[in-house]
Structures are given as C-alpha cells and as structure tokens.
C-alpha cells in the first residue's frame, strides 16, 4: 500500500510540468505565427509569373543529364528578373559546365505549393527518370500556418 503525501509535493511537481508543457506549446505556437507573419510580409502577393526555362542547357555533345526542380515558388525561380537567373537555370548550366555534358532541364515545382504536394510532383518526376532532383519547400507552409511537424511528415 502506499504512502499519503501528506505535504502536496506531488501535486505541486505534477502543476510545475503541465504549466512547462503549457508554457512551450504557446511558445511555440507564437514562434510559428511570427514566423507566417514575416514570411507573408516579406514574400506579399504574387506580381508576375515565373520564367519558363525547362530545356537542354550547355553546348555539350553526348548523352544528356535530366536535372529536376521540385517544390515552390523559389525553385520556379519566381522574381527572377531573367530566366537565365532563376535557380535551375543557373544550376543547369553550372553542371553542364563542369560535367562537360548536356543537362535537360525539367522544373516541376509550382508557385504556391507547400510540402503536401511534394508526392504528386514527385511522382511527375519520376517518369522523367532524372539523374539529379532538386527541392525547394517550406516558404508557404510558413506563410499558411502549417504546423512543422505536419511539413516534415
């Protein structure tokens, strides 16, 4: 049988660490607020579309690298004042330099597309077989309110 605690240690103890608990979830919540907020101040609404610039990229002979872009409006290459500016692009050529061959270039990503739908354009990926997949994600689960837990999931 066991002993009273006659003092109230244990309810005290057991008050301490639901408060901790309760004291980091809101911390954490308002860290991930913060966090959309800026994000959505600094990124603001869309001005203009992203520059088409799938194709081969370097003026090698032989057979050709598939490079993939995968994720959001960054690896699209949105506010890329030039196409030959935006990420796959400049990725592109760079590989295609230094591999001394070809690199076919597919940017699969979309502008406003958050972790969840990494599977269909993964997919999409796939059937062009690429020898290299580039992701860039995270910036709209951030402006969204996603929860991170969701996004790494």
Not at 40 to 52: D, K, L
Not at 98 to 112: M, Q
């Amino acid at each position: 049988m066991g002993t009273a605690d006659p003092s109230g240690q244990t309810v005290r103890a057991a008050a301490k660490v639901a408060g901790s608990a309760l004291a980091v979830g809101a911390a954490s919540a308002g860290v991930l607020l913060a966090q959309g907020y800026q994000t959505w101040r600094t990124v603001g609404p869309r001005q203009a579309a992203p520059h088409y610039v799938d194709g081969r990229y370097g003026n090698r002979r032989g057979v050709s690298l598939r490079l993939a872009f995968l994720g959001d409006s960054g690896a699209t290459g949105l506010g890329a004042t030039y196409g030959h500016q935006t990420p796959g692009a400049l990725l592109a050529e760079q590989l295609a330099d230094r591999s001394g061959r070809p690199v076919l270039l597919s940017v699969i990503a979309s502008v406003g597309a958050r972790t969840e739908h990494l599977a269909d354009q993964v997919d999409r990926a796939l059937i062009l077989r690429p020898h290299v997949a580039v992701i860039f994600i995270g910036v709209n689960d951030l402006s969204h309110f996603v929860a991170p837990q969701t996004s790494v999931r």
